[in-house]
């Protein structure tokens, strides 16, 4: 931006004004008396101003600061949900945030936003993917330098063999040079790929930490804390990617063996490709959970019932947690939908369709449902890179691509739930009345059964970690200690348990939810803590 430029407010009352300051909020020019009133007029007190001289070096990105809603186009992202954790305009709240009862203003939500974890972690992570890719950078050049010098070093020994033999090794000396040129052409084709690729991807961080730190020097709590969330997405993907590629990466070396016994029908042959796993690290960066308010990390002392929810069983819907249906699934058919999962890092669900296949679900769209290992039909967890999915006395691990790379066997009978939580799976053995806890390698750590426990079926864990188990015939639900040594029943027939199936928690661990009369009505209770 020219030094000389106008003011802006001026200019739209046809005065020439030379301008000396921009201001932030606004996004426009001020000139001495613009700026004066800025300091002056209370509600423009706030206002971030910067000398012109900052604004020629601002990321293109940075503006503007009012983000429109993707929702409701004429309308701003002026507030925070604490419960859905996503940025949302006036309109949004009657329609999708009606039962949250902690929806911020972006000037609440962004209080202390420099200090935050949220600022922490984004600033860490694009700052180590940025180091990582300077990193493969560096080594992709000098494994560049290091194949150019290992194929001159053939050539000289190529060229000094021919010397010590006879003239008829001219042709077998071609065609070892034009073997190494093949091969050493092939390498750094696929090198210079891979550096280019980590160019690109280093660039595309490094203007994201520009953005971040102009902002973070410069701009408002709002700007910083919308950035922030656009960043959280971006910096998710962009882990993926590099974890990936560096997966991928390999250090090729050229190598050669003199021939000791030459033939007429012979070659220089003993030129090869060797490889070796390449010595970048890829280094995780934080899970990028921080929140403005802190999840309970304790176990509730009693459950109050807030309200009952009607559930419309021959549809496939998502409902927020007040009750109100939100949008409508379309799953192939014909199926019976069992077990259903989230995936945090992907924001994928997946849907155990009950016929050996599963289907997943992105942005409420559904993809074509894949078939999967035979027996695999009950219950889906999905924490990480890999699926658990429930069968007849036995879990199913599926990899990403729906693939069955393990299984272990448990119990007798049908697996129907299963909840993972601290790198354990616990299980319900639905018709032997069993609760199982077991390591990722199948190895069993312990089994709870119970006279008081008729059924169980769904399964999920609280804050601090204990394990609650519904009785579907016993009409109750247990909780245990994630070590199975004690249990007590928290919820009973009393409270209005009939036939429960599954039970899982908000969030924030706020909520209880219960689906109950098979799945056509879910109570939710307050978690009291005190």
């Known amino acids: 931006m020219s030094s000389n430029s106008l003011c802006a407010p001026c200019a739209r009352l046809d005065n020439s004004s030379k301008s000396i300051n921009f201001c932030m909020d606004c996004e426009e020019t001020l000139c001495e008396d613009c700026v004066r009133a800025h300091k002056a007029i209370k509600v423009l007190m706030s206002h971030h101003l910067i000398d012109l001289e900052a604004v020629g070096v601002m990321p293109l990105k940075v503006m503007p600061s009012q983000k429109q809603c993707l929702s409701h186009s004429d309308f701003n992202l002026d507030y925070y949900c604490t419960y859905h954790d996503s940025l949302c305009c006036h309109n949004c709240i009657p329609v999708e945030h009606r039962g949250c009862d902690k929806v911020l203003t972006l000037k609440e939500a962004s209080r202390d936003i420099k200090i935050s974890a949220l600022f922490c972690d984004i600033t860490d992570g694009l700052n180590q993917i940025f180091l990582t890719t300077e990193e493969v950078i560096k080594d992709r050049e000098n494994t560049i330098q290091k194949v150019e010098d290992e194929g001159s070093s053939i050539s000289k020994s190529i060229s000094n063999d021919k ?16 073997k190494l040129s093949d091969l050493k052409g092939t390498l750094l084709l696929n090198l210079k790929s891979e550096c280019s690729k980590a160019e690109q991807i280093s660039k595309l961080v490094h203007e994201y930490r520009k953005q971040l730190e102009f902002l973070s020097m410069n701009g408002s709590n709002k700007q910083i804390f919308v950035l922030l969330q656009e960043l959280k997405m971006i910096l998710s993907n962009e882990n993926r990617n590099i974890k990936a590629f560096i997966e991928k990466l390999e250090e090729p070396s050229l ?32 899970y990028c959970e921080a929140r403005l308010l802190f999840d309970i990390k304790k176990a509730p002392k009693s459950f109050i019932l807030d309200h009952e929810m009607q559930i419309i069983t021959d549809k496939d819907y998502i409902y927020d947690i007040g009750g109100i249906r939100l949008k409508e699934i379309q799953l192939d058919a014909p199926c019976r939908p069992w077990g259903l999962a989230y995936n945090s890092t992907t924001q994928k669900l997946v849907v155990n369709l009950s016929n050996n296949k599963l289907q997943i679900i992105e942005n409420f769209k559904a993809a074509p449902a894949l078939k999967v290992a035979v027996g695999a039909k009950y219950d889906v967890s999905w924490p990480n890179d890999k699926m658990y999915v429930g069968g007849h006395g036995k879990i199913h691990i599926l990899d990403s691509n729906l693939q069955e790379i393990q299984s272990h066997k448990v119990g007798e009978e049908d697996i129907f739930y299963l909840h993972y939580r601290d790198e354990k799976l616990y299980l319900s053995e639905f018709i032997k009345n069993n609760v199982y806890c077991i390591k990722e390698d199948g190895t069993v750590i312990f089994t709870f059964s119970s006279n008081s426990l008729k059924g169980p079926n769904g399964i999920t864990s609280d804050g601090a970690g204990n394990i609650y188990v519904v ?30 199936i599954t039970v899982c928690f908000s969030k924030n661990y706020r909520k209880l939810l219960v689906s109950k009369h098979k799945g056509s009505s879910i109570s939710v209770f307050d978690c009291v803590y005190k």
């Open 471 to 500: 009785g579907q015939y016993s009409n109750n639900i247990h909780r245990l200690s994630s070590n199975g040594k004690s249990s007590e029943i928290v919820l009973k027939e009393e409270n209005g348990l009939n036939e429960p």
């Open 163 to 178: 010397v010590s033999i006879m003239n008829e090794l001219e042709e077998m000396e071609k065609s070892a040079l034009s």
């Open 255 to 286: 190598s050669y063996k003199k021939t000791l016994a030459l033939a007429s029908d012979q070659d220089f042959e003993h030129i090869e490709i060797t490889s070796m796993p390449c010595s970048v690290v890829y280094r995780k960066t934080k």
